[in-house]
């Protein structure tokens, strides 16, 4: 991530215009009872409401973001939710995974396709991922402005071919907040074994 990038986050936080990612992501708590517990990461945890989710759940969490306030927020956040997560702040674009050591990776609206890569090696063995992010759409959609932020139909299931795929969608869904709606690519996919 550039410098202008992390600044352009580091500001969102401290404005509190990234109100949205003060809920947990609904695509993982829909997904959160049918997995079995163990260590998860949350990539780019923002508020850390997600990452705090799967800990009250049983997960021992590692939480993952570039922005420090953010990161102060979801520690402040966890503390009075009674829970333990471990807030790292790091660019995830010079961040390698350590191989064989989640038992889930949860990406929401997320993109590196650099760390997607090594989402197979850092699961251990029947490990789950659980990925959602914006798609380039032909109409107006909710969501980030630039195409560089968004994954082309289909890109989703060419980058997670090292997983078996247990549920893809790509489609519209309500945006709250929002007269538009958005355009997510969705998967769950587990690492064979």
Do not use: K
Not at 23 to 28: G, K, L, M
Not at 167 to 191: M, T, V
Request: hydrophobic share 45%; proline share 6%.
């Amino acid at each position: 991530m550039t410098t202008a990038d992390a600044d352009r986050w580091e500001a969102r936080y401290r404005s509190g215009t990234a109100a949205y990612a003060a809920q947990p992501a609904p695509f993982v708590q829909h997904w959160l009872p049918r997995l079995p517990r163990g260590r998860a990461l949350d990539v780019a945890c923002g508020l850390g409401a997600t990452a705090i989710a799967l800990a009250e759940a049983g997960f021992a969490v590692t939480g993952i973001d570039i922005a420090p306030t953010a990161l102060a927020r979801a520690r402040e956040h966890a503390d009075r939710r009674g829970v333990r997560v471990d807030w790292q702040c790091a660019d995830l674009a010079d961040h390698r995974l350590p191989a064989d050591h989640y038992d889930l990776i949860v990406n929401i609206h997320y993109v590196n396709r650099d760390l997607l890569a090594q989402f197979a090696d850092a699961l251990r063995p029947g490990g789950w991922l659980l990925f959602e992010q914006h798609l380039r759409w032909p109409e107006p959609v909710a969501g980030p402005a630039s195409d560089h932020y968004r994954l082309r139909t289909n890109e989703l299931r060419h980058l997670l071919w090292q997983l078996q795929l247990v549920h893809y969608e790509e489609g519209l869904c309500d945006a709250a907040g929002s007269d538009r709606p958005l355009a997510l690519a969705r998967a769950a996919a587990r690492r064979p074994g």
